[in-house]
């Protein structure tokens, strides 16, 4: 059976972890050591920003934000196709959550329509690791408004629109070093930004709130990431433009194969991350009877990114989510993630194009 992806690590890189940890292990310096600077030097050169602050969780490289942007009673626009995170932390940072429609990319229509007065930050989620062509323009919305711009960027490592990268596009990025993402520290997240004082107050929230004399100064958590999980990330972020080159060629692969009638692949605006190769199937075939003759045939399909957006999942009834989201509907119901991992073979590859193509001839 070909997997919809594995995290697996590959014997060489597996041999550099084992002889960190074992440095890390005999050093005793379990937290806020080398290896986590070594991670966020490596991530501030990734996304092109002055600095990057490593955290246990993109979830809280997003809540980190939002606290620090004091968004305690205020809007935030949040995409309704997203993962759960980027509304559940907005809400925990004190904040209004709205959602706007948004497929693979953001509705325009209804976003520029919900940028009013009230709105204190507005979210954008590069899904798959694609970055909308309309970012420019929704940045110089933000910037009119007087409104930061924050990016999800958890699917989005080395992603980039005309030359940009991910997380350096707007006021902060928050990346997810999770263990289905891209690039994985177990449980993991990164901040990036140029600006110092959110770079100063994430390095507060993510002790306890401690600042350099040990005295509590703001409500924050036991965010810090782990020196073994830092290690475990460096090592891949050591050959990231390598192992992007290898999803890249494989999305390639599957848009110049397999786009016709019954599939199209979306265009590419810059060069896309990989976490996802996402296509949309016409309207009137049926999703779940193709994914289970692929099945049957021996290729697993992901789930979708996201195949049940915001509006719809119970937690989030009290939100706009009487409001119609049809942009997001049309992409729930018929975009297709297919297998794709750094490490998937050639023959792979064919198998699951001569898969698809039989199944969908059927
Ligand atoms: C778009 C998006 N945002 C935020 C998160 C939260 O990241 P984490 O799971 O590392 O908390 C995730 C991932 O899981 C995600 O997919």
Not at 218 to 229: D, H, K, N, P, Y
Request: hydrophobic letters at 45%; aromatic letters at 6%.
């Amino acid at each position: 059976m070909i997997p919809p992806f594995t995290a697996a690590l590959p014997s060489e890189e597996i041999g550099v972890v084992l002889a960190a940890a074992e440095r890390i292990l005999r050093s005793g310096h379990f937290v806020l050591g080398p290896h986590t600077e070594a991670l966020e030097a490596a991530v501030a050169a990734m996304a092109g920003t002055r600095y990057a602050i490593a955290v246990n969780s993109g979830a809280t490289a997003l809540e980190i934000i939002y606290r620090t942007l004091d968004l305690r009673g205020r809007t935030v626009l949040v995409p309704t196709n997203t993962n759960y995170a980027t509304a559940a932390a907005a809400l925990a940072a004190g904040a209004r959550v709205e959602l706007y429609d948004a497929g693979l990319y953001p509705g325009m229509a209804d976003l520029e329509h919900r940028l009013t007065a009230e709105v204190g930050a507005v979210v954008v989620v590069h899904i798959g690791g694609y970055i909308s062509p309309d970012l420019p323009a929704i940045m110089a919305w933000c910037q009119r408004a007087g409104v930061p711009l924050i990016e999800d960027a958890a699917h989005a490592h080395g992603s980039t629109l005309a030359d940009r990268p991910a997380g350096g596009l707007g006021y902060a990025g928050a990346f997810s070093f999770f263990a289905t993402k891209v690039v994985t520290t177990g449980e993991g997240g990164v901040i990036t930004t140029d600006d110092p004082d959110l770079d100063a107050m994430a390095r507060l929230y993510r002790n306890q709130g401690k600042d350099n004399h040990g005295r509590h100064v703001v409500t924050g958590g036991s965010w810090r990431m782990t020196e073994l999980g830092a290690a475990l990330g460096t090592t891949q972020l050591d050959h990231l433009d390598r192992d992007l080159d290898r999803r890249r060629a494989v999305i390639d692969r599957y848009s110049g194969t397999l786009s016709g009638p019954a599939l199209t692949f979306p265009a590419l605006h810059g060069q896309v991350s990989g976490h996802k190769v996402i296509a949309l199937l016409t309207p009137g075939i049926d999703r779940k009877q193709l994914r289970d003759k692929v099945f049957a045939a021996g290729v697993e399909l992901a789930r979708g990114v996201y195949e049940q957006p915001l509006h719809t999942q119970p937690v989030f009834s009290a939100l706009n989510a009487a409001d119609r989201f049809s942009v997001a509907d049309d992409f729930a119901d018929r975009h297709l993630c297919l297998p794709l991992w750094r490490g998937m073979t050639d023959d792979m590859v064919t198998r699951v194009i001569d898969t698809l193509t039989t199944c969908l001839e059927r």
